[in-house]
Protein backbone atom coordinates (compact mmCIF):
# COMPACT_ATOMS: atom_id res chain seq x y z
CA UNK A 1 0.00 0.00 0.00
CA UNK A 2 1.35 3.60 -1.24
CA UNK A 3 1.99 6.02 2.04
CA UNK A 4 2.70 9.65 2.05
CA UNK A 5 3.62 11.12 5.24
CA UNK A 6 4.42 14.80 5.84
CA UNK A 7 5.33 16.30 8.15
CA UNK A 8 7.59 19.48 9.61
CA UNK A 9 4.74 21.98 9.02
CA UNK A 10 4.20 24.73 11.80
CA UNK A 11 3.53 28.78 12.52
CA UNK A 12 6.23 30.48 11.27
CA UNK A 13 6.73 34.49 11.11
CA UNK A 14 7.10 36.34 8.02
CA UNK A 15 10.19 36.11 6.55
CA UNK A 16 11.00 33.16 7.84
CA UNK A 17 11.93 29.62 6.68
CA UNK A 18 10.76 26.05 7.59
CA UNK A 19 11.66 22.15 5.54
CA UNK A 20 8.39 20.09 4.96
CA UNK A 21 9.44 16.43 4.80
CA UNK A 22 7.26 13.63 3.13
CA UNK A 23 8.03 9.81 4.09
CA UNK A 24 6.98 7.52 1.39
CA UNK A 25 6.31 3.47 1.66
CA UNK A 26 4.91 1.03 -0.30
CA UNK A 27 6.83 1.35 -3.54
CA UNK A 28 10.21 2.10 -4.88
CA UNK A 29 10.42 5.51 -4.22
CA UNK A 30 13.84 6.14 -6.16
CA UNK A 31 12.04 5.05 -9.56
CA UNK A 32 9.09 8.23 -9.17
CA UNK A 33 9.30 11.79 -9.56
CA UNK A 34 7.23 13.37 -6.90
CA UNK A 35 5.49 16.46 -6.15
CA UNK A 36 3.84 19.27 -3.79
CA UNK A 37 1.01 20.39 -3.78
CA UNK A 38 -0.94 23.35 -1.45
CA UNK A 39 -4.37 24.25 -0.65
CA UNK A 40 -4.43 27.95 1.37
CA UNK A 41 -7.69 27.67 4.02
CA UNK A 42 -10.72 27.23 2.02
CA UNK A 43 -9.87 27.66 -1.23
CA UNK A 44 -8.54 25.30 -4.34
CA UNK A 45 -5.87 23.30 -4.99
CA UNK A 46 -2.23 24.81 -6.22
CA UNK A 47 0.67 22.92 -7.73
CA UNK A 48 3.81 24.29 -6.05
CA UNK A 49 6.86 22.21 -7.51
CA UNK A 50 8.10 18.73 -9.06
CA UNK A 51 10.76 16.26 -9.18
CA UNK A 52 11.81 13.76 -11.15
CA UNK A 53 13.08 10.16 -10.01
CA UNK A 54 16.78 11.12 -9.83
CA UNK A 55 16.30 15.17 -9.14
CA UNK A 56 17.40 15.84 -12.87
CA UNK A 57 14.08 17.51 -13.34
CA UNK A 58 12.83 20.27 -11.03
CA UNK A 59 10.01 22.39 -11.47
CA UNK A 60 8.34 25.00 -9.51
CA UNK A 61 5.18 27.50 -10.04
CA UNK A 62 6.21 31.11 -10.22
CA UNK A 63 4.77 31.86 -7.23
CA UNK A 64 7.23 29.91 -5.39
CA UNK A 65 10.29 30.13 -7.24
CA UNK A 66 13.26 31.33 -5.98
CA UNK A 67 11.98 30.94 -2.36
CA UNK A 68 11.47 27.43 -2.06
CA UNK A 69 13.79 23.99 -3.03
CA UNK A 70 12.44 20.69 -3.98
CA UNK A 71 15.20 18.12 -3.34
CA UNK A 72 14.72 14.01 -2.66
CA UNK A 73 16.89 11.31 -0.47
CA UNK A 74 16.11 8.16 -2.57
CA UNK A 75 18.39 5.97 0.45
CA UNK A 76 15.88 7.31 3.24
CA UNK A 77 12.33 7.76 0.44
CA UNK A 78 11.94 11.30 1.62
CA UNK A 79 10.54 14.10 -0.52
CA UNK A 80 11.61 18.20 1.15
CA UNK A 81 10.15 21.15 0.46
CA UNK A 82 12.84 24.15 1.77
CA UNK A 83 11.00 26.89 2.03
CA UNK A 84 12.02 30.31 2.56
CA UNK A 85 11.37 34.06 3.02
CA UNK A 86 7.83 32.97 4.05
CA UNK A 87 4.73 35.23 3.03
CA UNK A 88 1.45 35.15 4.84
CA UNK A 89 0.14 33.75 1.39
CA UNK A 90 2.42 30.68 1.32
CA UNK A 91 -0.35 29.33 4.52
CA UNK A 92 -1.61 26.60 3.38
CA UNK A 93 -2.25 22.44 3.57
CA UNK A 94 1.34 21.72 1.69
CA UNK A 95 0.34 18.12 0.48
CA UNK A 96 3.05 15.97 -1.30
CA UNK A 97 1.73 13.86 -3.97
CA UNK A 98 3.37 11.04 -6.33
CA UNK A 99 4.33 11.79 -9.78
CA UNK A 100 1.39 10.67 -12.03
CA UNK A 101 -0.81 12.88 -8.82
CA UNK A 102 -2.23 9.82 -8.16
CA UNK A 103 -1.57 8.99 -4.16
CA UNK A 104 -1.55 11.82 -1.90
CA UNK A 105 -0.08 12.59 1.96
CA UNK A 106 -2.48 13.73 4.87
CA UNK A 107 -1.19 17.07 4.56
CA UNK A 108 0.82 19.23 6.75
CA UNK A 109 0.11 22.63 7.84
CA UNK A 110 1.83 25.68 7.16
CA UNK A 111 1.16 29.17 8.85
CA UNK A 112 2.79 31.81 8.35
CA UNK A 113 2.15 34.84 11.27
CA UNK A 114 3.40 37.63 12.87
CA UNK B 1 -0.01 28.20 -18.45
CA UNK B 2 -2.59 26.09 -19.15
CA UNK B 3 -6.14 27.64 -18.05
CA UNK B 4 -8.65 24.82 -16.95
CA UNK B 5 -11.92 26.66 -16.67
CA UNK B 6 -14.26 24.63 -14.47
CA UNK B 7 -18.04 24.58 -13.71
CA UNK B 8 -20.27 24.92 -12.24
CA UNK B 9 -18.69 26.46 -9.13
CA UNK B 10 -21.20 24.73 -6.61
CA UNK B 11 -24.32 22.47 -7.86
CA UNK B 12 -27.41 21.00 -5.61
CA UNK B 13 -28.81 17.64 -6.92
CA UNK B 14 -31.38 15.05 -5.27
CA UNK B 15 -30.20 11.43 -4.91
CA UNK B 16 -30.50 9.34 -7.74
CA UNK B 17 -30.11 12.47 -10.11
CA UNK B 18 -27.43 12.56 -13.24
CA UNK B 19 -24.66 15.37 -12.78
CA UNK B 20 -22.32 16.93 -14.96
CA UNK B 21 -19.21 18.81 -14.39
CA UNK B 22 -17.08 19.70 -16.81
CA UNK B 23 -13.21 21.55 -17.30
CA UNK B 24 -12.62 23.37 -20.35
CA UNK B 25 -8.68 23.77 -21.06
CA UNK B 26 -7.67 26.84 -22.97
CA UNK B 27 -5.64 24.90 -25.64
CA UNK B 28 -5.22 21.18 -26.30
CA UNK B 29 -4.27 18.98 -23.60
CA UNK B 30 -4.68 15.72 -25.49
CA UNK B 31 -6.28 12.55 -22.59
CA UNK B 32 -4.03 14.76 -19.92
CA UNK B 33 -7.04 15.44 -17.70
CA UNK B 34 -7.80 13.68 -14.50
CA UNK B 35 -10.95 14.40 -11.81
CA UNK B 36 -10.35 14.62 -8.65
CA UNK B 37 -12.92 14.26 -5.71
CA UNK B 38 -12.18 15.90 -1.82
CA UNK B 39 -14.44 15.90 1.07
CA UNK B 40 -14.07 18.06 4.18
CA UNK B 41 -10.47 17.68 5.84
CA UNK B 42 -9.16 14.89 3.83
CA UNK B 43 -6.87 14.58 0.94
CA UNK B 44 -7.90 14.66 -2.70
CA UNK B 45 -9.07 11.27 -4.01
CA UNK B 46 -8.21 9.97 -7.52
CA UNK B 47 -11.57 9.05 -10.06
CA UNK B 48 -10.89 9.24 -13.41
CA UNK B 49 -7.36 9.63 -15.07
CA UNK B 50 -6.36 9.88 -18.78
CA UNK B 51 -9.63 11.59 -19.24
CA UNK B 52 -11.64 8.57 -19.13
CA UNK B 53 -9.97 5.78 -17.14
CA UNK B 54 -11.32 4.92 -13.85
CA UNK B 55 -9.05 4.72 -10.71
CA UNK B 56 -8.66 2.01 -8.89
CA UNK B 57 -11.70 1.42 -6.50
CA UNK B 58 -14.02 3.81 -7.87
CA UNK B 59 -17.37 3.03 -8.51
CA UNK B 60 -18.82 2.81 -11.82
CA UNK B 61 -21.15 5.55 -11.55
CA UNK B 62 -18.37 7.81 -12.04
CA UNK B 63 -17.51 8.36 -15.64
CA UNK B 64 -15.42 10.68 -17.72
CA UNK B 65 -15.58 11.72 -21.72
CA UNK B 66 -14.10 14.44 -23.85
CA UNK B 67 -14.99 16.40 -26.61
CA UNK B 68 -12.33 18.47 -27.86
CA UNK B 69 -10.53 20.67 -25.15
CA UNK B 70 -13.40 20.31 -22.99
CA UNK B 71 -13.74 17.53 -20.16
CA UNK B 72 -16.90 16.35 -18.35
CA UNK B 73 -17.11 13.94 -14.97
CA UNK B 74 -20.33 12.59 -15.30
CA UNK B 75 -21.79 10.93 -12.06
CA UNK B 76 -24.78 8.46 -12.50
CA UNK B 77 -27.30 7.94 -9.72
CA UNK B 78 -26.32 10.48 -7.43
CA UNK B 79 -25.42 8.88 -3.74
CA UNK B 80 -25.56 11.10 -0.43
CA UNK B 81 -21.41 10.39 -0.36
CA UNK B 82 -20.53 11.83 -3.31
CA UNK B 83 -20.98 15.33 -2.02
CA UNK B 84 -17.81 17.12 -1.53
CA UNK B 85 -15.66 19.13 -4.19
CA UNK B 86 -14.62 18.09 -7.18
CA UNK B 87 -11.48 19.29 -9.49
CA UNK B 88 -9.75 18.74 -12.94
CA UNK B 89 -6.11 18.43 -13.47
CA UNK B 90 -3.96 18.77 -16.83
CA UNK B 91 -0.93 17.27 -16.89
CA UNK B 92 -0.42 17.74 -20.33
CA UNK B 93 2.40 20.68 -19.30
CA UNK B 94 4.70 22.21 -17.02
CA UNK B 95 3.05 23.90 -14.36
CA UNK B 96 0.61 21.28 -14.04
CA UNK B 97 -3.32 23.70 -13.30
CA UNK B 98 -6.28 22.23 -11.13
CA UNK B 99 -10.01 23.88 -12.42
CA UNK B 100 -11.23 25.54 -9.65
CA UNK B 101 -13.26 23.10 -8.00
CA UNK B 102 -17.48 21.96 -8.38
CA UNK B 103 -19.25 22.36 -4.83
CA UNK B 104 -21.37 19.41 -5.11
CA UNK B 105 -24.18 19.28 -2.40
CA UNK B 106 -27.21 16.71 -2.15
CA UNK B 107 -30.88 18.42 -1.82
Known amino acids: EVQLVESGGGLVQPGRSLKLSCLAS????????MNWIRQAPGKGLEWVASISSSSSYIYYADTVKGRFTISRDNAKNTLYLQMTSLRSEDTALYYC???????WGQGVMVTVSS | DIQMTQSPASLSASPEEIVTITCQASQDIGNWLAWYQQKPGKSPQLLIY???SLADGIPSRFSGSRSGTQYSLKISRLQVEDTGIYYC?????????FGAGTKLELK
Open chain 2, 89 to 97: LQRYSNPPT
Open chain 1, 26 to 33: GFTFSNYG
Open chain 1, 97 to 103: ASHTIDY
Open chain 2, 50 to 52: SAT
